[in-house]
């Protein structure tokens, strides 16, 4: 079964694993030359395994013990579901004939089942099969996760003939009606713009949309999660579509939206705002939650469907005035004056531009913080900048950013996280520094949790259950075996950066953060 995951181009299992076939499954990986990279929560070791999916394209892995190890890890088996990563999550189960232990067991199986695309228990199954069953229904559309709960009889036997692997599913094609229906809308649009999402991060799908902007001059936005599809360096390519009020002035100068690979799951969970413009959606899959109801519905392959309408599109009817305003507005949004007197988020991100590489790659926290640091930060390539958008589960930033150090490790690859997210997962630093990864964390701290504490304020109640007592991450770091550089004032981040960057493992610089800026920058670009 390692073999077989192998095959499939993974080369590292995450984990935290219990006594039993967990540890036949790091003998299995360690004979092979797999890494096991051990984990200190089951819930990053399941981010990790999540980022390298995302990166590789090959399918992640996750190992956990029975019980608590298995209820650990649903969170990150949550993210795989609603931000669409095929995840194959390995747990210790129990032998039929143990019915009558009582310890530590939980359905495991219907704990995780809501979120699952298949689960096995290899009762009666060839093993190896089975693998190939589960691996193809994390790759159907939408990917996700799937279960394979593991007793050793079930694994430790000796096995026949191998069989072959079974032939990847050819995709699928868009009904031809669907396609007539976009092509007359669009023939007859004359200002069509393009909002790209999480669906169009592959290698096919970016080249194909990249192409067809760069042919009918259809000016882009992208979600969150395909920050980068389109280059936010490019005259066409305009910034984030987020569901507020930034976007909201080009949105209604288009008469005609052509979403491609958008998954209503990146939220944000309101009505749609532009029902009254037509709209054609191009998907690899139905939504179960359906945001929009488009005018044409294009399900199947994304290059094959933008193909089909490229020759449809009408010539460009924006004005250069009109772009380059849109444009203007929206990478201002986030640069909103600060009332306060300590660094501002937007002047820690400004500092961060300035010194790092410009084709580092980023992970972004949930948190007021993203704000600043999506809506200033360009990325020139899909997956260049990571995040939870579907679950938009704090807690991310620290495990992604050490997963993306791992895949691609000669790459700067920088952590943009909150206090709150990092007391998640702090035990990390631990595994970074164990694996030999070695991303930069720049923590955005101001003892809150600011992006809640503002919707507070605006219902205009009293704060409280939001706010922290201080904490020294850059001392944490330190004992982890980190270089802990901690900056209070504005003139000393460029220092800390370059500090950060010529260190030989993994640096960790902790901000004093003025939140005053937060309100602005919410209500420029959400409303």
């Known amino acids: 079964m390692v073999a077989r995951l192998q095959a499939r181009g993974v080369e590292r299992i995450f984990g935290l694993p219990g006594g039993e076939c967990n540890l036949d499954f790091i003998a299995a990986a360690e004979a092979v030359g797999m890494q096991f990279v051990l984990t200190r929560t089951e819930t990053a070791a399941a981010m990790m395994a999540c980022v390298t999916a995302e990166l ?217 705002r532009y029902a009254d413009i037509p709209t054609v959606e191009l998907s690899e899959h139905a939504h179960a939650h359906m945001l929009i109801g488009p005018d044409a519905l294009l399900i199947g392959d994304l290059p094959a469907g933008l193909a089909a309408l490229a020759d449809a599109m009408p010539a460009p009817g924006w004005s250069a005035e009109q772009l380059v305003a849109a444009k203007t507005r929206l990478w201002s949004a986030a640069r909103t004056a600060s009332t306060g007197d300590g660094i501002a988020p937007s002047r820690l991100v400004d500092a961060a531009i300035a010194a790092l590489p410009t084709d580092s790659r980023i992970t972004i926290d949930a948190g007021a913080h993203m704000l600043p640091v999506l809506h200033l930060w360009r990325a020139a390539e899909p997956n260049r900048s990571l995040i939870s958008r579907g679950l938009s589960t704090m807690g991310f930033a620290l495990p992604a950013a050490i997963a993306a150090s791992l895949a691609e490790p000669g790459r700067t690859t920088v952590a943009f996280t909150g206090d709150g997210g990092l007391m998640m997962c702090l035990g990390e630093l631990g595994t970074a520094v164990q694996s030999g990864s070695k991303p930069i964390v720049v923590v955005f701290n101001d003892a809150s949790l600011t992006l809640i504490g503002e919707k507070q304020k605006r219902r205009q109640m009293a704060a409280a259950g939001v706010d922290f007592t201080p904490a020294d991450f850059a001392q944490a770091a330190d004992a982890f075996g980190w270089c802990g550089i901690r900056v209070a004032h504005e003139a000393d981040l460029a220092a800390a950066f370059a500090r950060a960057l010529a260190a030989p493992g993994p640096a960790l610089i902790d901000v004093a953060i003025d939140p005053a800026q937060y309100e602005s920058i919410i209500a420029a670009i959400r409303g």
């Open 56 to 272: 590789t394209g090959t399918p992640g892995v996750v190992m956990t013990t029975r019980g608590p190890g298995l209820a650990a890890v649903a969170n990150g088996v949550a993210y795989a579901d609603l931000d669409r990563v095929p995840l194959l999550v390995i747990a210790d189960g129990y032998e039929d004939a143990q019915a009558y232990i009582s310890h530590q067991r939980v359905d495991q199986a219907a704990l995780l089942a809501p979120m699952l695309r298949a689960g096995s228990n290899l009762r009666d199954v060839e093993p190896v099969a089975e693998l190939d069953r589960l691996l193809a229904a994390m790759e159907a559309h939408p990917k996700g996760p799937a279960y394979l709960e593991v007793a050793g009889s079930y694994i430790r036997g000796a096995i026949g003939a191998v069989p072959d692997a079974p032939p990847i599913a050819a995709p699928r094609r868009a009904d031809d009606d669907a396609i007539a229906v976009a092509r007359r809308l669009l023939a007859a649009a004359k200002r069509p713009i393009l909002i790209a999402g999480l669906q169009a991060r592959s290698p096919a799908a970016s080249d194909a949309v990249r192409a067809f902007v760069a042919a009918t001059g259809c000016p882009a936005l992208t979600t969150y999660k395909a920050k980068g599809v389109v280059s936010e360096h490019e005259p066409l390519g305009l910034g984030l579509y987020a569901g507020g009020v930034a976007e909201e002035p080009i949105l209604r100068s288009a008469d005609l939206i052509l979403l491609y690979g958008f998954d209503p799951v990146e939220g944000p969970p309101q009505p749609w």
